[in-house]
């Protein structure tokens, strides 16, 4: 993405705010226009003290009328500075609000294959430190970008007004400013680039840390951790001072282009004085509005990197804005009412990227009321499987169909509704345990969540706790065992009345005995349910209806429990492997 579109969209936020940002505008300009009042005031009162001084008569009470007139000049400039300075943190705080508000909407729509590819700390960087990035640059740089305009051109006016030979000054001296900032400019920009990366690897690197410390501690890898974040934080720190040196060159040496213009100036102003073009006080006049002229441009040399930085991390927002979000319903799509439970897959070929088929003409049926298991080693597709059935992905080829009804012609939101699904990594949110089983279910009765925590044999548990159901979980239930999380997920399940249920190695995190009190309550709790199970541990789908044994994306057997050991293939090893 070019910078001049990301200045172009980042305007068109401000643009949201017209009315807040028209009258910065006139505030800034007329604020501007006091202070270059000044000089001009100044010169006209020099050259009335320098004729008073040749004549020996100073009028004192005009000289006094002069100082305060320049006084309130400077103050009522000072006061609407701070006013534009204000009002603009109140508008860049609007936009920020805006861009984080339109990010997180956009996360929520996207595919599930985004976050399959990005990082959640990258992610967390960009909705975070990116936008408080453009946050800072917008209550600071624009209102610096704007008066610094206003000031520039506005002392070029007056310098032209007062001598325009001595303005020649500055053909020289700008054009030199014009390509050090071209020049530093190209060479700056792709390492805000590959800085605001860095800040997201870090992140992501943190995150994923962090997250598995309990994992890091068992293997004892601390070290090798250490040296891991050395090592990424060295880039970052790399990353930080290479751009922040090659962009503070900037300043100074625009700093040394002023200099020169202003020793010029006062070299060739003094010839012209003394041939009688230009008297004391326009000299004075002129200098101090070369001051206000070559000012600005040195402040907007010194903020340029922080422009840069600001436009890279607007780059990396807007690219979050622009991904595209899951595919929208086809016309026509119909909402699915009344569901039976019975799907079926025909001749199914998917793969996550082109050049590699997971699941490779895959068919099954599962009637209504159906416990359908899918087993397999690991990189087999079971995850897959499911992962169609839900829609986070769409098919290449062949059909899925719901109740006989082609699940593309179904809205996605209909078919989820349609499944309760419980994961073997377990997600828990900051709040009650009561909050957490009634997620699904905002509307549920207490009663009702307690008869699904007591289906999912969690009730004794919860009421063991101090404060019961109102027990406060943290941290993803860092509080409570990984085995009562599952448990807690199982409870949710259970609580949603759905036709068809998902467990992808459901029960993985509980003892044997409670797994199969599960089995036997859920069982109970699912007649005339369609039941999806995805299981490595085989014991847990002896019940099955049909179990589909999955290799390489290939259905290679399917069958009862018995049935499969009976033919004494693949499903017959696997099962034999376990037991030795």
Known sequence: MKRKATLIRILGYLLRCKGQLFLILGLSLLGNLLSLAGPEISGTAINFISDGAASGQMNMPLISRYCVFLFFLYASSSILSYVVNVSMISLSRKVTY????????????????????????DILSRISYDIDTVNASLAND???????SVTIFGSLVMMLSICPVLVLVFAVTIPLALVLATYLTRMVQPMFR????????????VEEMISGQKTLRVYTQEERVIDEMNVQNKKLVDAY????????????STNAINNLALALISIFGAILYLRGQIDIGGISAFVLYSRKFTGPIRELAEIYGELQSSLAAAERVFRVLDEEPEPADLPGAENLQNV???????????GYTKD????????????????IAIAGPTGAGKTTFINLLMRFYDIQNGKILVDE????????????????????????????IYENIGYGRPDATREEVIAAAKAAHIHHYIESLPQGYDTLLIDDGANISKGQKQLLTI????????????????????DTRTEHQIQAAMRNLMQDKTCFVVAHRLSTIRNADCILVIRDGNVVERGTHEELLALKGFYYEMHQAQYR
Not at 108 to 117: A, G, I, N, Y
Not at 142 to 148: D, R, W
Not at 197 to 204: D, F, I, K, V
Not at 361 to 366: H, I, L, N, R, T
Request: glycine letters at 6%.
């Open 405 to 432: 009804k082609d699940a593309s012609m179904i809205t996605r939101k209909s078919l989820r509704l349609t499944y309760s699904m419980v994961l073997q990594d377990t997600w828990l949110f900051y709040g009650t």
């Open 356 to 371: 590699r088929v997971i699941l490779k003409d895959f068919s099954m049926k599962a009637e209504k009321g159906n416990l």
């Open 142 to 148: 624009v209102v610096q970008v704007l008066t610094s």
């Open 491 to 510: 409870a949710r399940a259970l609580l949603m009345k759905t036709p068809m249920l998902i467990l992808d190695e459901a029960t993985s995190n509980v």
């Open 340 to 350: 039976e439970g019975q799907v079926e897959l025909s001749h199914v070929n998917f």
């Open 98 to 121: 805006n861009l984080r508000k339109e990010m997180f909407n956009r996360l929520v729509t996207l595919p599930v294959s985004f976050f399959d590819q990005n990082t959640t700390g």
């Open 241 to 252: 001072y290479k751009t922040d040196y090659y962009a503070s060159i900037m300043g100074p």
């Open 194 to 205: 590959a800085r605001s990366r860095a800040a997201g690897e870090l992140n992501g690197f």
